[in-house]
């Protein structure tokens, strides 16, 4: 019969087929890839940046006295920046006081020439308040930031040290990265014994100076 030799031929395409899917389920897969990167590990040096968090500067303003009216002061300024918001400041100066008013009254006045001298210095605590910015004209601005500060110290006057709390507000305006214009308002409070008798006074104080930092 001739349908023999049909069926041995479907019979032979049907075993090759499936040899032929089962080498092609046995091969591995393979991925092109077009670009294999090389890259060669490097030491790199990282620059060291200044961080700018010390700051040293001077300022001059009034000193009023309690008792004895206003006068011209001086002093110097040393300050760390804690952070964005704390930082920590030491200040030293002096001032030079009249009795001319009581001398009106008593005869001699109360100190043993027309002036004394009043020096203080103080270690503080400011906080920022309100960072941001002043506009110097209509398209300068430059960034600034109003502080509340406070802290301690030591007042010599009148051949008396007492120990002072100082607190206040102030404004810091940066002209550049290294220089700054701050002006200040404290209080500085501390007893005094004048004519036999002890008082607490407040002497406020209004300054402003110049600070670079390093």
Same mark, same amino acid.
């Given at each position: *019969?001739?349908?023999?030799?049909?069926?041995?031929?479907?019979?032979?395409?049907?075993?090759?087929?499936?040899?032929?899917?089962?080498?092609?389920?046995?091969?591995?897969?393979?991925?092109?890839?077009?670009?294999?990167?090389?890259?060669?590990?490097?030491?790199?040096?990282?620059?060291?940046?200044?961080?700018?968090?010390?700051?040293?500067?001077?300022?001059?303003?009034?000193?009023?006295?309690?008792?004895? +009216?206003?006068?011209?002061?001086?002093? !110097?300024?040393?300050?760390?920046?804690?952070?964005?918001?704390?930082?920590?400041?030491?200040?030293?100066?002096?001032?030079?006081?009249?009795?001319?008013?009581?001398?009106?009254?008593?005869? +001699?006045?109360?100190?043993? +020439? #027309?002036?004394?001298?009043?020096?203080?210095?103080?270690?503080?605590?400011?906080?920022?308040? !309100?960072? +941001?910015?002043?506009?110097?004209?209509?398209?300068?601005?430059?960034? *600034?930031?109003?502080?509340?500060?406070?802290?301690?110290?030591? #007042?010599?006057?009148?051949?008396?040290?007492?120990?002072?709390?100082?607190?206040?507000?102030?404004?810091?305006?940066?002209?550049?990265?290294?220089?700054?214009?701050?002006?200040?308002?404290?209080?500085? *409070?501390?007893?005094?014994?004048?004519?036999?008798?002890?008082?607490?006074?407040?002497?406020?104080? !209004? #300054?402003?100076?110049?600070? #670079?930092?390093?």
């Amino acid at each position: *019969m001739k349908t023999k030799p049909l069926c041995h031929a479907i019979v032979l395409a049907a075993l090759g087929a499936s040899c032929f899917g089962a080498a092609a389920a046995d091969a591995p897969a393979t991925t092109d890839q077009v670009v294999l990167p090389q890259v060669d590990r490097r030491d790199v040096r990282v620059p060291r940046f200044p961080t700018n968090d010390f700051e040293i500067g001077a300022f001059a303003g009034s000193y009023s006295t309690q008792n004895f +009216g206003s006068s011209p002061v001086v002093g !110097l300024r040393l300050g760390y920046h804690i952070s964005e918001d704390f930082f920590v400041e030491g200040a030293l100066a002096q001032t030079k006081v009249s009795d001319a008013t009581f001398r009106q009254v008593l005869p +001699g006045g109360i100190f043993p +020439g #027309t002036t004394e001298k009043l020096s203080y210095y103080n270690l503080s605590v400011g906080y920022n308040v !309100l960072p +941001g910015e002043v506009f110097v004209g209509s398209k300068n601005a430059k960034p *600034m930031a109003f502080y509340l500060i406070g802290g301690v110290g030591s #007042t010599s006057f009148n051949r008396q040290r007492q120990s002072t709390f100082n607190l206040g507000a102030g404004l810091r305006v940066y002209l550049n990265d290294r220089f700054a214009l701050q002006l200040d308002v404290r209080d500085h *409070m501390f007893s005094l014994d004048l004519l036999g008798k002890r008082q607490s006074t407040q002497n406020p104080e !209004l #300054t402003a100076g110049i600070t #670079t930092s390093f």
